[in-house]
């Protein structure tokens, strides 16, 4: 048997590959923190790496990808932020608020509440997940809209998020905290909606 085909040589691969995974999440922790979210590229965080570009998009599928690894979030917060936007303004508000809450909910280290929490001491984290909620997020958002007062409502709802976020996973306030994921998508999606497409005073 050929040492590609033995066992000790899978081993062998899958440590190497292992080590170039993690050698990119340490790079891309560094450029991220140094540049932001905006100012750190596929093609440089691979060059600092020592890698081909196609390796970051092979171990991590998009930036977003990348930055959800190096955030500790949840492998489908890239895929599901892109199924908030797929539908267009029509029924996104519920699709936002059960993206938040099962995405969090389903973290073990609830990366976003720990963010929340610690805010204070971690504020390079804390500013580089805000920059990133801005670009992906809340960017996206005020795009679609695409109306004067797109930035207020989508702040509105920034606050509606980051109320839901302290109450059930900081705070655990009741019955927010042990309300089901389809409680808060029905109770808290219309007004999310609202926020971003009904008529404000």
């Keep these: 048997m050929t040492e590609h085909g033995s066992p000790s040589g899978r081993r062998g691969r899958w440590r190497s590959g ?22 750190t590229t596929v093609r ?49 508000g519920e699709r936002i608020i059960r993206t938040l809450v099962e995405l969090v909910d389903k973290s073990d280290r609830a990366p976003l ?8 001491t971690h504020d390079q984290s804390e500013a580089l997940l805000r920059e990133f909620i801005d670009r992906e997020i809340s960017g996206r958002l005020r795009a679609l809209l695409d109306t004067p007062d797109a930035a207020m409502r989508v702040a509105m709802v920034n606050v509606q998020l980051l109320g839901i976020t302290v109450a ?15 409680e808060l998508v029905t109770r808290f999606g219309a007004l999310v909606q609202h926020c971003l497409t009904g008529e404000l005073p």
Excluded: C, N, W
């Design 44 to 92: 440089a965080v691979a060059a600092a790496a020592g890698v081909d570009p196609a390796m970051v998009f092979y171990f991590f599928g998009t930036k977003q990808g990348l930055f959800a690894a190096v955030a500790d979030m949840s492998a489908d917060f890239p895929p599901a932020v892109d199924e908030v936007f797929a539908g267009g303004l029509d029924g996104v």
């Design 168 to 182: 059930r996973y900081v705070l655990r306030i009741e019955p927010i905290a042990s309300a089901s994921a389809d």
């Design 113 to 120: 509440a720990t963010i929340t929490r610690f805010a204070p």
């Design 18 to 39: 292992e080590q170039s995974r993690q050698r990119i999440l340490d790079t891309a922790r560094s450029l991220f923190r140094q540049h932001g979210y905006g100012g």
